[in-house]
C-alpha cells in the first residue's frame, strides 16, 4: 500500500490485504470523537492500521490513542537528535513546544543538561527534514546526521563552542575590569564616561549579541527565555548610561543627577559568560560515562582471511561471520564466539565485576571487553547497533534523555517563568515610580534591571536532568542499566521484591544429577530425548546435554504447554514430560519407587521431572541448579532494609522450601504458572505495596511488564531484558540493593537541587526589587545580582556531580 500523500496518514501498515471492514468502521466511529477528523479512510489488517485524514490541522495524540486503545498497532518513528543553540531551561520548554505542535508528532521531549530531543512521529506524515525546519525557525538547529558520526559531529562542536566561550569570557572580564574600577573608585576623573563607554561597548554589543539575537528571534515567536532577560536587562543599562552621558542636562534641569551604568552593563555580561563556561564545563562532566562507554570500542580490527592472511580492517566494515584476531591487551570490537584459543577478558565496564572471567572456545565474548594475557579467535556474531555495547550506550544515552515526573511540573514552572518575570520587572518599576520619590525613575530602572538579571531559570532546568544524568551514568559504571527516568526515580519507593529462582537466585545453569527407570528399564530413553530437543524449557537443555550420547527418535504431533511440560506421539502412543501435576492431569500412575526417590531428591533441593507413557509413569530426573553465591547476602541485605521479598518458582514445593531456607526467604510460592506470576504482583500492588519483580525468563516477561519497577537478569533472555526497566548486566542480586540506594541518592540530590534553585528566586527576586530599601536602605547591585545568577547554575551542577563520589 502506498500512501496518498496529499493526505494526512496516520498510521501506516505495509500490507495490500483488507482484513475486516466490519473493524475499519470500528476505528472510524472512534475517529469521530476525536477534533480535526473531517473524513478518514481506514484499512486494516494483522493488527495494524493506516488511516488518512483529509485535514490541514495537526492530528492531536486523541486519534492515535483512539487507535491504540482498540488494539492496533501504530507505526511510529522514534529518534533522538541533539538541538544547537539552547541556552537556557526555557529553550529547551520552546524547543519542545515547537516540535510538539508539528503535524504527525505523537510526543516530543527536549532534555537540557543532555541537549537532546527525543522525538516520536508518525512517518508518512513528517520526517527529520521537516522537523530540522520547525526547529531552525526557532531559532534552534537539529543535529540530524547518522548516527554513527552524530557524536564525533556533537563533540567537534561542543569543543569549539567551549573554546569560543572561554575566548569571549577572558575579553569580556580584561574588557570589563577597567570599567569597574572607573565606575566605582574614580567617577570624578576627567573623560570617566566615555572611557567606560569605550569599554563596555564590545562587551554588550559584540561579546553579548548572541543574547540580543536571541531575545529578538524569541519575540518574532512570541516566546521569551533567559537570553530575553540578560538583553533587556544590559540593553536597558547601556542604552540608559548613553542617554545619560550624551544628554546630562535633562537630569541635571530636573535638580537629579546623570548616573551611567556601564559597569553594571559589562560586568551583568562578563559573569553570565564565565557561569555559562563553567556550567558547559560541568555538563561535559556529567556525560563521562557515555564517552567512558564509547572509548570502549577499537577503531580497527585484525580479520583473518579465507586464505589464513591478516587484514586490518575498520569497525564499520566488519560483518556477521568474519573471524577476529585478539591479541594480549586489546579490546574486543564486536560480539562474537571463541573458535579457536582461550584468554582471560576484563569485563568490569559491562558487569561492574573486576574478577576477568576465563572465556574458552564456543563461549561468548562482548565488545568493549579487554583481553588480558593470551590471544584467540573469534567469530562476529553481533557487529555495530546489534552489539551489547551499543546497545548499553543507546539505553544510557535514553535514560539520560529521560524524564523524571518531578521534572514535567519544573519543565511547567520553567514555560512560564520568564514572562512572570518580566511581569515582577515592570511591577517593580512602576511601583519604584510611584513610591520612590526623588531618584525613582533611577532606583525603579536599577531595580527592575536587578530582577532581570537575578531571574534566571537555568538553575530550576538543570535540577533535575543533570541528576538523572550523574546517576544513570554511575549505574552503568556499576553493571546496572536504567532505561528511563521514572524507574530510578520510583526504586527507592520500594518495599517488596519478588524473585523468580532460576537464574535469579540460581545459578540457571541446571544439570542432571540423577535417573531412576522404572524397572531399570531405559529402552524409552530416545523418546524422552527427543521430546526434550523440541522443548524450550530452560531444564530440558539439561537432560540433552545428559544424553548426549543417545540417538533421537522421530516423533509427531508435538505440544509444549506452559508451567507443566510436554508431550508428544511415537508409533501411536504418547509420552509425556513435565512436573507431578503434569502427570497427575493425565490419570498417569506413578509407583512407589519413582515417588520414594522423587521425594528424597526433592528434599535435597533438587527440580524433579518426570517422563511417562499415556499410562505409567517411566522415569524420574534429579536436576540440581546451584543457589548463587550472593543470593543470600543480598536477601538479607534487603530485608535489613524493611524490604519484603517473595520467591515464585514453577518449581515443587519441597525444592522451593528448600531454596527459600538457605537464602532466608520467608515467603514462597511454589509450582506457580507464569501467568500467576503477573496476578501475584498485580495482588501485592492492591495491598498497596511498591512492587519490584526480578526475573531473567520469557516466562517471567509478564509479571516484568506488570511491578512497578521491572529488573531483568543481563545473562536472561532478551525478551525480559527488552520489558525491564532496569538490567544487572552480571546477574548478581547485591546490584538490586545498590541500584535501590543510587536511586534514594539520586532521588535525594534532586529535592536538594530544586531547594536551592526554587529559594535563590524566592529570597532574591524580592531583595532585587528592592524590598529592604524601606527598612535599610539596601538596594541590590545589579554586577552582584549577576554574580549570583551565574553561581546558582553552577552550584546545582556541581551538587549533582557529588553522587559521582558517593559509594
Known amino acids: 500500500m502506498t500512501t496518498n500523500n496529499s493526505n494526512k496518514g496516520i498510521i501506516y501498515n505495509p500490507s495490500e490485504d483488507v482484513e475486516s471492514q466490519h473493524c475499519a468502521l470500528i476505528v472510524g466511529k472512534e475517529l469521530d470523537q476525536v477534533k480535526h477528523t473531517e473524513s478518514q479512510k481506514i484499512e486494516l489488517n494483522n493488527q495494524q492500521a493506516f488511516i488518512t485524514v483529509n485535514s490541514n490541522e495537526a492530528i492531536e495524540d486523541a486519534a492515535v490513542k483512539s487507535v491504540k486503545n482498540l488494539g492496533y498497532n501504530v507505526i511510529t518513528t522514534k529518534a533522538s537528535y541533539p538541538v544547537l543553540g539552547m541556552t537556557c531551561a526555557s529553550c529547551a520548554s520552546s524547543a519542545e513546544n515547537i516540535v510538539k505542535n508539528e503535524p504527525g508528532v505523537v510526543n516530543a521531549s527536549v532534555n537540557f543538561a543532555t541537549g537532546n530531543l527525543s522525538v516520536e512521529y508518525l512517518p508518512n506524515m513528517t520526517n527529520t527534514i521537516q522537523l530540522q525546519k520547525a526547529v531552525l525557525s526557532g531559532g534552534y538547529d537539529l543535529l540530524i546526521e547518522d548516527e554513527s558520526t552524530q557524536h564525533e559531529t556533537l563533540e567537534i562542536i561542543h569543543t569549539r563552542k567551549f573554546r569560543l566561550l572561554k575566548k569571549k569570557t577572558l575579553w569580556a572580564v580584561l574588557l570589563s575590569i577597567p570599567v569597574v574600577i572607573i565606575g566605582m573608585f574614580f567617577m570624578e576623573i576627567p573623560y570617566a564616561n566615555p572611557i567606560m563607554w569605550l569599554f563596555s561597548t564590545p562587551v554588550v554589543l559584540w561579546l553579548g549579541k548572541d543574547f540580543f539575537v536571541n531575545a529578538w528571534k524569541q519575540v518574532k515567536h512570541k516566546s521569551a527565555n533567559m537570553d530575553t532577560l540578560v538583553a533587556l536587562s544590559t540593553g536597558i543599562a547601556y542604552i540608559f548610561s548613553v542617554f545619560n552621558m550624551l544628554f546630562a542636562d535633562f537630569w541635571h534641569q530636573r535638580g537629579l543627577h546623570a548616573h551611567v551604568y556601564f559597569e553594571a552593563a559589562s560586568v551583568i555580561i562578563a559573569f553570565i559568560l564565565l557561569g555559562k563556561l563553567l556550567e558547559e564545563k560541568a555538563k561535559g562532566n556529567t556525560s563521562s560515562a557515555i564517552k567512558k562507554l564509547m572509548g570502549l570500542q577499537p577503531k580497527n580490527v585484525i580479520v583473518i582471511q579465507e586464505d589464513g592472511t591478516e587484514r586490518q580492517m575498520a569497525i564499520e566494515e566488519v560483518e556477521v561471520g568474519n573471524i577476529i584476531m585478539v591479541k594480549p591487551g586489546e579490546k574486543i570490537a564486536v560480539d562474537g564466539i571463541v573458535t579457536s584459543g582461550n584468554s582471560y577478558l576484563d569485563e568490569s565496564m559491562l558487569s561492574g565485576e573486576p574478577i576477568p572471567v576465563l572465556k574458552k572456545e564456543n563461549e561468548k565474548v562482548f565488545a568493549g571487553t579487554i583481553n588480558q594475557k593470551g590471544s584467540f579467535q573469534f567469530k562476529a556474531v553481533k557487529v555495530g547497533k546489534e552489539t551489547m555495547l551499543a546497545q548499553i550506550i543507546k539505553m544510557v544515552q535514553d535514560a539520560q534523555g529521560s524524564k523524571a515526573p518531578v521534572q514535567k511540573l519544573v519543565d511547567k514552572i520553567a514555560g512560564i517563568f520568564v514572562p512572570t518575570?518580566?511581569?515582577?520587572?515592570?511591577?517593580?518599576?512602576?511601583?519604584?515610580?510611584?513610591?520612590?520619590?526623588?531618584?525613582?525613575?533611577?532606583?525603579?530602572?536599577?531595580?527592575?534591571?536587578?530582577?532581570?538579571?537575578?531571574?534566571?531559570?537555568?538553575?530550576?532546568?538543570?535540577?533535575?536532568?543533570?541528576?538523572?544524568m550523574v546517576g544513570v551514568g554511575k549505574g552503568a559504571e556499576n553493571g546496572i542499566l536504567i532505561k528511563d527516568a521514572e524507574s530510578l526515580e520510583l526504586a527507592k519507593k520500594i518495599n517488596t521484591v519478588v524473585l523468580d529462582?532460576?537464574?535469579?537466585?540460581?545459578?540457571?545453569?541446571?544439570?542432571?544429577?540423577?535417573?531412576?527407570?522404572?524397572?531399570?528399564?531405559?529402552?524409552?530413553?530416545?523418546?524422552?530425548?527427543?521430546?526434550?530437543?523440541?522443548?524450550?524449557?530452560?531444564?530440558?537443555?539439561?537432560?540433552?546435554?545428559?544424553?548426549?550420547?543417545?540417538?533421537?527418535?522421530?516423533?509427531?504431533?508435538?505440544?509444549?504447554?506452559?508451567?507443566?511440560?510436554?508431550?508428544?506421539?511415537?508409533?501411536?502412543?504418547?509420552?509425556?514430560?513435565?512436573?507431578?501435576?503434569?502427570?497427575?492431569?493425565?490419570?498417569?500412575?506413578?509407583?512407589?519407587?519413582?515417588?520414594?526417590?522423587?521425594?528424597?531428591?526433592?528434599?535435597?533441593?533438587?527440580?524433579?521431572?518426570?517422563?511417562?507413557?499415556?499410562?505409567?509413569?517411566?522415569?524420574?530426573?534429579?536436576?540440581?541448579?546451584?543457589?548463587?553465591?550472593?543470593?543470600?547476602?543480598?536477601?538479607?541485605?534487603?530485608?535489613?532494609?524493611?524490604?519484603?521479598?517473595?520467591?515464585?518458582?514453577?518449581?515443587?514445593?519441597?525444592?522451593?522450601?528448600?531454596i527459600a531456607k538457605q537464602t532466608g526467604i520467608k515467603h514462597y510460592k511454589a509450582e506457580v504458572m507464569p501467568q500467576d506470576k503477573a496476578n501475584f504482583v498485580k495482588e501485592l500492588q492492591q495491598q498497596g505495596k511498591v512492587v519490584a519483580m526480578v526475573g531473567d525468563g520469557i516466562n517471567d516477561s509478564t509479571a516484568l511488564a506488570t511491578a512497578d519497577v521491572s529488573i531483568a537478569m543481563g545473562k536472561g533472555s532478551d525478551i525480559a531484558m527488552d520489558v525491564a526497566k532496569m538490567t544487572i548486566i552480571s546477574s548478581d542480586l547485591t546490584k538490586i540493593p545498590q541500584a535501590i540506594k543510587l536511586s534514594r541518592q539520586t532521588v535525594a540530590t534532586i529535592k536538594q537541587n530544586l531547594f536551592w534553585a526554587f529559594i535563590y528566586n524566592l529570597i532574591g527576586l524580592p531583595i532585587a526589587a528592592g524590598i529592604l530599601y524601606p527598612v535599610n536602605g539596601f538596594l541590590l547591585n545589579p554586577m552582584i545580582a549577576g554574580a549570583a545568577m551565574a553561581l546558582s547554575s553552577v552550584s546545582v551542577v556541581s551538587n549533582s556531580l557529588r553522587l559521582k563520589w558517593k559509594r
Do not use: R
Open 501 to 658: 529462582k532460576t537464574g535469579t537466585i540460581t545459578e540457571g545453569k541446571p544439570q542432571v544429577t540423577g535417573i531412576k527407570w522404572y524397572n531399570n528399564d531405559d529402552t524409552a530413553k530416545n523418546i524422552l530425548l527427543s521430546l526434550e530437543k523440541q522443548s524450550e524449557h530452560p531444564l530440558a537443555e539439561a537432560v540433552v546435554k545428559y544424553l548426549n550420547d543417545t540417538a533421537t527418535t522421530p516423533i509427531s504431533m508435538f505440544v509444549s504447554i506452559t508451567g507443566k511440560g510436554a508431550k508428544a506421539d511415537h508409533n501411536n502412543e504418547t509420552y509425556l514430560v513435565g512436573n507431578k501435576k503434569f502427570l497427575t492431569e493425565n490419570n498417569i500412575i506413578i509407583t512407589k519407587d519413582l515417588l520414594k526417590q522423587a521425594d528424597e531428591w526433592s528434599n535435597q533441593s533438587k527440580t524433579v521431572i518426570w517422563f511417562a507413557n499415556s499410562k505409567l509413569a517411566l522415569s524420574v530426573l534429579a536436576i540440581s541448579d546451584k543457589i548463587k553465591e550472593t543470593s543470600a547476602q543480598a536477601i538479607k541485605e534487603m530485608q535489613n532494609k524493611g524490604i519484603e521479598i517473595y520467591m515464585l518458582t514453577g518449581d515443587n514445593e519441597a525444592t522451593a522450601k528448600s
Open 421 to 468: 518575570v518580566i511581569s515582577i520587572a515592570i511591577l517593580t518599576f512602576i511601583l519604584w515610580l510611584v513610591w520612590g520619590g526623588q531618584n525613582a525613575v533611577v532606583q525603579g530602572l536599577l531595580a527592575a534591571i536587578t530582577v532581570l538579571v537575578i531571574a534566571c531559570p537555568c538553575a530550576l532546568g538543570l535540577a533535575t536532568p543533570t541528576a538523572i
